[in-house]
Nanobody, 122 residues
Framework: QVQLVESGGGLVQAGGSLRLSCAAS????????MGWYRQAPGKQRDLVAV???????QYADSVKGRFTISRDNAKNTVYLQMNNLKPEDTAVYYC????????????????WGQGTQVTVSS
């Protein structure tokens, strides 16, 4: 079993910054892609940023130039540095990891964090 624990959300004024963290633990053989998604009230969950095991990154157009995704493979952790935050960034942010499980059979699953609230006031 694998658990993802997020931290770093909170309330910030427009123009401010926050850094989200998501750490994975459990029966991990390797972690492939890591990503951040967000879901605002009444809306679908959308991709914010993703980083591959090789370090390639991809961002939603709405956050390009403001958000930076990074990973620490030794700590099984993904980060999202969010700068110049806007009220429209307000949402619950979820991390997702594609994890290969340790065991006699190689299995790969998607795991999600519990979500962390980010609120940006105008």
């Amino acid at each position: 079993q694998v658990q993802l624990v997020e931290s770093g959300g909170g309330l910030v004024q427009a123009g401010g910054s926050l850094r989200l963290s998501c750490a994975a633990s459990g029966s991990i053989f390797s972690i492939n892609a890591m990503g951040w998604y967000r879901q605002a009230p009444g809306k679908q969950r959308d991709l914010v940023a993703v980083i591959t095991s090789g370090g390639s990154t991809q961002y939603a157009d709405s956050v390009k130039g403001r958000f930076t995704i990074s990973r620490d493979n030794a700590k099984n952790t993904v980060y999202l540095q969010m700068n110049n935050l806007k009220p429209e960034d307000t949402a619950v942010y979820y991390c997702k990891m594609v994890v290969t499980i340790s065991g006699p059979i190689v299995l790969k699953y998607d795991y999600w964090g519990q979500g962390t609230q980010v609120t940006v006031s105008s």
